[in-house]
């Protein structure tokens, strides 16, 4: 097998991995709250809400950090500290007799992981250019999948073993995931010597090309708009179906739908993408997704909503392979890791902004306001992008005007 396909399956593999175990707590976090001595059902939710938002809060913030390093010590490296550092802060969190344990290393769990930067960087870096779309893609795959099993993994263990054991084998699958990255993962890196300014990393980022951040906000908006929806989803399912003895099975299907479909669109995507054209590509998937949240706020039927979600989680899935191939596209080797550093940041902001924002907006505007608010971003942004960005024609030309 040539070399830039055994790591791009490797990194799949890994990425899955570890974001499985990043995801296994999801299903019983709340119960493993009271267990800790948090009794009263307000504290539960509002420790619940913290918890999973401070993760994404970190990932974010250090991202860029982490990405940078990459572009100077090697992806590899970074590659292998990431899911190291996963493995570490899961085994510690189930030695936590406070929550405030728990708290403590979700933050580092969040601050150290940066594990798709260096997973993008990496393979941005070695695959050729005909391959980037379906090599970015499949990666993104491998990513969705694992937010899919991760919480269905954590209910079915939880559901057998004490909570804390559940933490010490998802710390295995990271510490698997570990020697996978280390074992199988070649790099021939060496990085290029930056020439000594005075100006700060600050000032060079804020100097990018606005295409970088029109991707930036792609990358944002998909996930703020995916994960604002997902976390009212249950309460949407209940005002169409009443007091069904099936609430929570129809609840959850309606989130999985569109995950399983996101996995098949990053994949298609991913294929296609060489041969239609990135920009056309992102647009059409800018275009149908946005289209298809507006209509989910006039169903009356769960049906219609499961096949709505169905379709867009295709498109949905489609974004971020098509944003991040553009990025590689529009970045020199030698940047990627920065570059990835701050979209991973985009990522994951959005995916602590989302449901924030979505649940001030219902508070005061209903259910249904999410679903045009996340209509009216995605229609902008695609306007943006039709407006701003160009369709690459070659590589290295596109790579010329990128000027650091």
Known sequence: MEQWKNNLYTAVAVQLMVTATFQIVTPFLPFFISELGVTEPE?????????????????????????????????????????????????????????????????????????????????????????????????????????????????????????????????????AATFLAFWHIKENFRPLKAKRTPKSWLFLTLRWPSRIWIMFTVIFLSQFATRGVEPLMPLYVRELVGASPALNTLAGLAVAVQGISSVLGATCVGRLAAQVGYKRLLLLNLLVASSLYFPQAMVRSIWLLMFLRLVQGFFLGGLLPAANSLIALFTPVEKRGSVYGLTSSAFFFGNFSGPLVAGFLSAHWGLKAIFYVATGLLLLNLMWVALEVQEPKEGAKVIRGYNL
């Open 43 to 175: 504290a539960i939710q509002r420790w619940s809400g913290i918890l999973v938002g401070i993760n994404a809060l970190f990932t974010g913030l250090f991202s860029p950090l982490w990405g940078s390093l990459s572009d100077r010590y090697g992806r590899k490296p970074m590659l292998i500290r990431s899911a190291a550092s996963i493995a570490l802060f899961t085994f510690l969190t189930s030695l936590s007799t406070s929550v405030y344990h728990v708290l403590l290393f979700r933050i580092l769990l969040g601050a150290f992981s940066g594990f798709s930067a260096a997973a993008l960087s990496l393979i941005g870096s070695m695959v050729p250019e005909t391959h980037l779309g379906y090599s970015v893609g499949l990666l993104q795959a491998g990513q969705v999948l694992g937010f899919l099993l991760g919480p269905l993994l954590g209910g079915l263990l939880a559901d057998i073993l004490p909570y804390r054991r559940v933490f010490q084998l998802g710390s295995l699958l990271a510490t």
